[in-house]
C-alpha cells in the first residue's frame, strides 16, 4: 500500500467515515428501538391514566348518590321528628290543662286521710 491509501484509511477521511456510520447506527437505534419503547411507554401510561379516571368518575358517582340518599333519609326523619315534636307538645297541654284542673278542684278526705 502508498502513503496515500493509507492516509485515507486512518486519516480525517476514515474518521468522518466512522462518524457517519456511528451516526447512522445511532439513528436507526433511536428510531427502531428507543422511540417504540417509548411509545408503549407513554400508550401504557394514558391507558393507566384512562382507567382511573373511569374508577374516578364511577367513585363520584356514587359519592353523590350516597349523599342524595342521605339527605333524603335527613328530609324524612326531620318531618318525622316534627311530627313527633307536635304530638309530644300536645301532650304535654293537655297534661298542664289536667293538672291545673286537679289543682282546682277540693281535697278529698276517706277515712280522715287528705289525698
Not at 456511528?22 to 408503549?40: C, D, E, H, N
Not at 400508550?43 to 353523590?64: M, N, P
Not at 350516597?66 to 333519609?73: L, V, W
Request: with cysteine.
Amino acid at each position: 500500500m502508498d502513503e496515500a491509501t493509507l492516509s485515507l484509511l486512518t486519516g480525517p477521511t476514515s474518521s468522518l467515515l466512522l462518524l457517519l456510520g456511528m451516526g447512522l447506527g445511532l439513528w436507526r437505534f433511536t428510531t427502531q428501538t428507543v422511540l417504540p419503547a417509548a411509545k408503549i411507554w407513554v400508550d401504557r401510561h394514558l391507558d393507566q391514566v384512562d382507567e382511573l379516571l373511569k374508577q374516578h368518575e364511577a367513585d363520584r358517582t356514587a359519592w353523590l348518590e350516597s349523599m342524595q340518599d342521605c339527605r333524603k333519609r335527613s328530609d324524612v326523619l326531620g318531618t318525622q321528628l316534627d311530627t313527633i315534636e307536635r304530638k309530644v307538645g300536645g301532650l304535654y297541654k293537655r297534661h298542664e290543662a289536667l293538672v291545673a284542673k286537679l289543682d282546682g278542684l277540693p281535697s278529698v278526705t276517706v277515712n280522715g286521710i287528705s289525698e
